[in-house]
């Protein structure tokens, strides 16, 4: 995500909630922790820590980050190797909360915590460099007095800027409202937070690794205040789009010496501090109104305790940091770690898994058990229970220590499901009578599914569509062929089926809604089954539309699982073009399917007689492409149990990363007809 620049129009601003709250009332937002969001969407946004939805570092930017833990060694003052007197110095970089979690307020924070704690290496030194009253504007200009008050603490410290090697950031923006409403503030912070990141390197030529993480919880929503919600919890998205320009190669965020300049550190999360109040997060965390201070929003002493055991656990336990926040391995035996176990190891998402382990000492005591789940939480407890609510293989780490600061790293595997598919369309030329547009999905699991669906049509203009349809219609069919809801003008709901009640807020709450009023949306929860959606013009009316199902719950045990759609297939640009994303970290398998002729078996006349087939990513590139499904890839095909029944008709599998796909159906030779497109996950 890019930050569109700093001036916002006054009618962009975000309007005061309904009902303002700066007390121990706001015990709820309703917004879900990124973690466990997961695959789900915020206001059109996905969830994780990581690029689509995933909550862990992509395999090769994890790789790279511990191997380049493994090279941080101690520096004399001139920033050369000195395994003897040199150090590694680890700063913090922040505005007035971050100060206060890492050093400033109290011996429960995490940098007296850290320096008497036996386990950590003795040569590390850690420096606070966070300074109140300072957010992130200040930290723009390289030659900014923020960083020269870093330096002057350097000094102090006895270290040098050519000795710093790791950064903890944890930025904000003051009065957050100022730059917009959602996303308009996160971008504008994720484009402070990539400048800063750059400085870092600037200033500390040795740097090697930042970790970032986002705000904790505000208990106030009164807009006017220094960092409300929900902009605290917005902030979160400030974060992973700042670390997915770096793992996406953009935003000039380079860090890998093969591929150019350096100009950044290797960027990761950090924990994720953010949890909804009193409603726990997946790891049992919580952050109450003692928590906060009489502002609401800077912590109170049990709030930095809080920030400061998720940094220790967090420090002592990921494979980026131990190389280099722990001590070597003492001459002494450490602990030996006797079981570490996860029961289930394996299912769905929403798995509910009890963690159990044990361990004993040769020489001392066991003194703490430390879990981190490998999604930004933690546990202190030697037999956690944990609900990973994000599907994904998680790497789970125990570190055991003693009362000498020995310790032991293990890990252990979960696996909570496969990628999902979160969001399916279609966009066609929208005739008349047989030539409406005619989508069909399929829901699948226990438990219902919510789903946004929409009719688009004006505002393809704006993406350069010729001929839109001017007003859609939509409806939704159960797998009798009943109508079970209905919507022509998004802002005005039609009561009937299975909406009860008007939908225009919530739709609008979704941050999805059409951007054009004409344009039709509904939000509808549906148990599992087969549903048909089709969009039609107002009065017959005719153009070129789009229909789209988005999953608004990506943790509910129900799943889409099949997309198709029926319309007529003309040249150039009203060829029929299908989308779907796959949520990560997981690949999926699918299958996408071309039919023509077959369709003739359901009574259709004037079918597309010889479709072709290509997929494509999200940036236009060609993954595959097939015209006759025999010619190519038949044995994968037929595996499926579902190859087309005609010879012309065309089919891809393929096993896809998380991200956009695109399938385009065309008539070979220019035909045109009556085609299908489909997509069904294996």
């Given at each position: 995500?890019?930050?569109?620049?700093r001036?916002?129009?006054?009618?962009?601003?975000?309007?005061?909630?309904?009902?303002?709250r700066?007390?121990?009332?706001?015990?709820?937002?309703?917004?879900?922790?990124?973690p466990?969001?997961?695959?789900?969407?915020?206001?059109?946004?996905?969830?994780?820590?990581?690029?689509?939805?995933?909550?862990?570092?992509?395999?090769?930017?994890?790789?790279?980050?511990?191997?380049?833990?493994?090279?941080i060694?101690?520096?004399?003052?001139?920033?050369?190797?000195?395994?003897t007197?040199?150090?590694?110095?680890?700063?913090?970089?922040?505005?007035s909360?971050?100060?206060?979690?890492?050093?400033?307020?109290?011996?429960?924070?995490?940098?007296?915590?850290?320096?008497?704690?036996?386990?950590?290496?003795?040569?590390?030194?850690?420096?606070?460099?966070?300074?109140?009253?300072?957010?992130?504007?200040?930290?723009?200009?390289?030659?900014?007095?923020?960083?020269?008050?870093?330096?002057?603490?350097?000094?102090?410290?006895?270290?040098?800027?050519?000795?710093?090697?790791?950064?903890?950031?944890?930025?904000?923006?003051?009065?957050?409202?100022?730059?917009?409403?959602?996303?308009?503030?996160?971008?504008?912070?994720?484009?402070?937070?990539?400048?800063?990141?750059?400085?870092?390197?600037?200033?500390?030529?040795?740097?090697?690794?930042?970790?970032?993480?986002?705000?904790?919880?505000?208990?106030?929503?009164?807009?006017?205040?220094?960092?409300?919600?929900?902009?605290?919890?917005?902030?979160?998205?400030?974060?992973?789009?700042?670390?997915?320009?770096?793992?996406?190669?953009?935003?000039?965020?380079?860090?890998?010496?093969?591929?150019?300049?350096?100009?950044?550190?290797?960027?990761?999360?950090?924990?994720?501090?953010?949890?909804?109040?009193?409603?726990?997060?997946?790891?049992?965390?919580?952050?109450?109104?003692?928590?906060?201070?009489?502002?609401?929003?800077?912590?109170?002493n049990?709030g930095?305790?809080?920030?400061?055991?998720?940094?220790?656990?967090?420090?002592?336990?990921?494979?980026?940091?131990?190389?280099?926040?722990?001590?070597?391995?003492?001459?002494?035996?450490?602990?030996?770690?006797?079981?570490?176990?996860?029961?289930?190891?394996?299912?769905?998402t929403?798995?509910?898994?009890?963690?159990?382990?044990?361990?004993?000492?040769?020489?001392?005591?066991?003194?703490?058990?430390i879990?981190?789940f490998?999604?930004?939480?933690?546990?202190?407890?030697?037999?956690?229970?944990?609900?990973?609510?994000?599907?994904?293989?998680?790497?789970?780490?125990?570190?055991?220590?003693?009362?000498?600061g020995?310790?032991?790293?293990?890990?252990?595997?979960?696996n909570?499901?496969?990628?999902?598919?979160?969001?399916?369309?279609?966009?066609?030329?929208?005739?008349?009578?047989?030539?409406?547009?005619?989508?069909?999905?399929?829901?699948?699991?226990?438990?219902?599914?919510?789903?946004?669906?929409?009719?688009?049509?004006?505002?393809?203009?704006a993406?350069?569509?010729?001929?839109?349809?001017?007003?859609?219609?939509?409806?939704?069919?159960?797998?009798?062929?009943?109508?079970?809801?209905?919507?022509?003008?998004?802002?005005?709901?039609?009561?009937?089926?299975?909406?009860?009640?008007?939908?225009?807020?919530?739709?609008?709450?979704?941050?999805?809604?059409?951007?054009?009023?004409?344009?039709?949306?509904?939000?509808?929860?549906?148990?599992?089954?087969?549903?048909?959606?089709?969009?039609?013009?107002?009065?017959?009316?005719?153009?070129?539309?789009?229909?789209?199902?988005?999953?608004?719950?990506?943790?509910?045990?129900?799943?889409?699982?099949?997309?198709?759609?029926?319309?007529?297939?003309?040249?150039?640009?009203?060829?029929?073009?299908?989308?779907?994303?796959?949520?990560?970290?997981?690949?999926?398998?699918?299958?996408?399917?071309?039919?023509?002729?077959?369709?003739?078996?359901?009574?259709?006349?004037?079918?597309?007689?010889?479709?072709?087939?290509?997929?494509?990513?999200?940036?236009?590139?060609?993954?595959?492409?097939?015209?006759?499904?025999?010619?190519?890839q038949?044995?994968?095909?037929?595996?499926?149990?579902i190859p087309?029944?005609?010879?012309?008709?065309?089919?891809?599998?393929?096993?896809?990363?998380?991200?956009?796909?695109?399938?385009?159906?065309?008539?070979?030779?220019?035909?045109?007809?009556?085609?299908l497109?489909?997509?069904?996950?294996?």
């Amino acid at each position: 995500m890019k930050s569109f620049g700093r001036f916002i129009p006054a009618a962009l601003l975000l309007a005061c909630a309904t009902t303002l709250r700066a007390d121990c009332s706001l015990t709820s937002t309703g917004n879900v922790p990124l973690p466990d969001l997961g695959p789900g969407t915020y206001r059109g946004y996905l969830g994780g820590l990581y690029p689509n939805g995933s909550n862990q570092r992509p395999s090769a930017h994890d790789a790279a980050g511990q191997a380049i833990a493994n090279q941080i060694q101690p520096l004399n003052a001139a920033g050369q190797p000195d395994a003897t007197n040199g150090k590694i110095v680890f700063i913090s970089v922040g505005m007035s909360n971050t100060t206060q979690e890492f050093a400033s307020k109290g011996s429960t924070a995490f940098k007296p915590r850290a320096d008497l704690d036996p386990g950590k290496n003795p040569q590390l030194v850690i420096v606070d460099g966070a300074q109140g009253g300072q957010d992130a504007t200040t930290w723009l200009d390289p030659s900014a007095a923020t960083w020269a008050t870093v330096d002057q603490r350097l000094v102090a410290a006895g270290v040098t800027q050519s000795q710093v090697q790791v950064a903890w950031v944890k930025q904000a923006l003051a009065s957050p409202r100022n730059y917009g409403a959602f996303p308009a503030h996160a971008q504008a912070l994720q484009a402070d937070l990539e400048t800063i990141v750059r400085n870092l390197k600037t200033r500390y030529p040795n740097i090697r690794i930042a970790y970032l993480s986002s705000r904790t919880r505000a208990y106030t929503n009164d807009a006017t205040t220094l960092n409300p919600e929900p902009f605290a919890y917005e902030s979160g998205f400030s974060v992973q789009w700042t670390i997915a320009d770096q793992i996406n190669g953009l935003g000039n965020l380079n860090f890998d010496a093969s591929k150019g300049a350096v100009v950044a550190p290797y960027l990761a999360w950090g924990p994720y501090l953010w949890t909804d109040g009193t409603n726990p997060r997946s790891d049992g965390f919580t952050w109450l109104c003692p928590d906060v201070v009489n502002d609401f929003t800077h912590p109170s002493n049990s709030g930095v305790t809080k920030v400061a055991d998720q940094l220790l656990a967090f420090f002592k336990t990921d494979p980026t940091a131990t190389p280099w926040f722990l001590k070597k391995r003492a001459a002494r035996q450490p602990p030996q770690v006797t079981a570490a176990a996860a029961s289930p190891a394996l299912g769905t998402t929403n798995l509910s898994v009890q963690f159990n382990s044990s361990a004993t000492d040769p020489d001392g005591t066991i003194s703490a058990y430390i879990w981190t789940f490998d999604d930004g939480t933690y546990s202190y407890a030697q037999n956690p229970l944990k609900v990973f609510s994000a599907p994904g293989s998680y790497n789970v780490h125990l570190t055991v220590t003693d009362n000498d600061g020995d310790f032991t790293t293990v890990t252990v595997s979960v696996n909570a499901g496969a990628a999902p598919l979160l969001n399916i369309s279609t966009r066609m030329q929208v005739g008349i009578v047989d030539n409406v547009l005619i989508g069909g999905f399929i829901v699948q699991g226990n438990g219902p599914k919510k789903l946004i669906l929409r009719a688009i049509g004006p505002s393809l203009a704006a993406l350069g569509v010729p001929g839109p349809l001017a007003d859609p219609a939509l409806e939704l069919h159960d797998a009798s062929g009943a109508v079970i809801a209905r919507n022509d003008n998004w802002q005005t709901t039609q009561i009937g089926g299975v909406i009860t009640a008007s939908q225009a807020t919530d739709i609008q709450g979704s941050g999805i809604a059409p951007s054009n009023p004409a344009e039709s949306a509904m939000i509808v929860s549906l148990a599992a089954g087969s549903y048909t959606v089709i969009v039609r013009g107002a009065n017959n009316g005719s153009g070129m539309g789009l229909v789209e199902a988005y999953d608004l719950d990506g943790a509910a045990p129900a799943k889409l699982a099949n997309i198709s759609t029926r319309g007529l297939v003309q040249t150039a640009e009203k060829v029929l073009i299908g989308g779907l994303i796959i949520g990560g970290p997981d690949s999926a398998k699918i299958i996408a399917r071309a039919l023509g002729p077959s369709l003739t078996q359901a009574g259709l006349t004037g079918v597309l007689t010889d479709p072709t087939l290509e997929l494509r990513d999200n940036n236009g590139a060609l993954v595959r492409s097939n015209d006759d499904w025999r010619s190519d890839q038949q044995l994968e095909i037929e595996a499926t149990g579902i190859p087309p029944t005609n010879n012309l008709e065309a089919a891809i599998v393929a096993t896809l990363a998380p991200g956009n796909y695109t399938a385009i159906v065309a008539g070979k030779n220019g035909g045109t007809g009556i085609g299908l497109v489909e997509f069904y996950k294996l």
